[in-house]
């Protein structure tokens, strides 16, 4: 069965501060992992996904199939990252399949 | 990018009435619509999947009666909550995944509608 699961329903940190948005999944196959954002009042938008190994707006995310996480990370976190976040999941390769959501995180960021 | 448009963002009802929610591909042609719910603060439910030229599939536990889905062409799917009751009260988001119009930014979502039945 397909997991995708987030601990933290909310989080807050301090401008400037570290923060990691924990992600962990459970899948019979072979997965893709995402991260989406959404920010007030917009739609939901891809961050990052895990094939791209790439970073955005300062935030990376390494898949790690060992402890089957993709936690997601910034250094130094910026009042304009406050918004939910997803991490979500689907079949490797899928072009036309579902995608499994965590239940969210709500990143604060203080002034 | 690949655009979804979401109509209308925002709907009061009557309860008993039905409400018709409408998910346009602007620049693609999708051939397969996902349909979410998406309660305060919590993650996005998928409800059914819609796929033009054929019937939607549901998901288990999702009244097929209720929420009649209907995928008219290929950019156009519609989703009709039927004698709505203050329990459907939601917000409702559409998806279109990658392979519909071969884009690469993963997959694009409407901009939600909120249902308030009264």
């Known amino acids: 069965a397909q997991r995708v699961t987030q601990p933290e329903k909310l989080l807050s940190v301090f401008k400037g501060a570290p923060v990691e948005l924990k992600c962990n999944y459970s899948?019979?196959?072979?997965?893709?992992l995402f991260w989406y954002v959404q920010y007030s009042r917009q739609r939901l938008q891809l961050l990052l996904r895990?094939?791209s190994r790439e970073s955005i707006k300062g935030f990376t995310a390494d898949l790690n199939k060992g402890e089957t996480s993709f936690h997601l990370k910034k250094p130094f976190a910026q009042e304009e990252d406050s918004a939910m976040y997803y991490c979500a999941l689907t079949r490797r390769g899928s072009t036309l399949g579902r995608l499994y959501f965590g239940r969210g995180t709500q990143l604060t960021v203080w002034p | 990018g690949a655009v979804v448009s979401q109509h209308p963002s925002w709907v009061i009802c009557k309860s008993g009435t039905s409400v018709k929610i409408e998910c346009r591909s602007l620049?693609?042609?999708?051939?397969?619509m996902f349909w979410y719910r998406q309660f305060p603060k919590q993650s996005l439910m998928l409800m059914a999947t819609?796929?033009?030229?054929?019937?939607?599939?549901?998901e288990q536990g999702v009244e097929k009666d209720k929420f009649l889905i209907n995928h008219a062409s290929l950019t156009l799917s519609t989703l009709t909550v039927t004698s709505a009751h203050p329990e459907d009260s939601s917000f409702y988001i559409c998806?279109?995944?990658?392979?519909?119009?071969?884009?690469?930014?993963?997959?694009?979502f409407g901009s939600g509608t909120r249902l308030t039945v009264v």
């Open positions: 895990h094939i």
């Open positions: 998806s279109a995944p990658p392979g519909t119009g071969n884009f690469l930014d993963g997959y694009t």
């Open positions: 819609s796929n033009e030229g054929s019937k939607a599939t549901y």
């Open positions: 620049d693609f042609q999708a051939t397969t």
């Open positions: 899948y019979s196959g072979s997965p893709e």
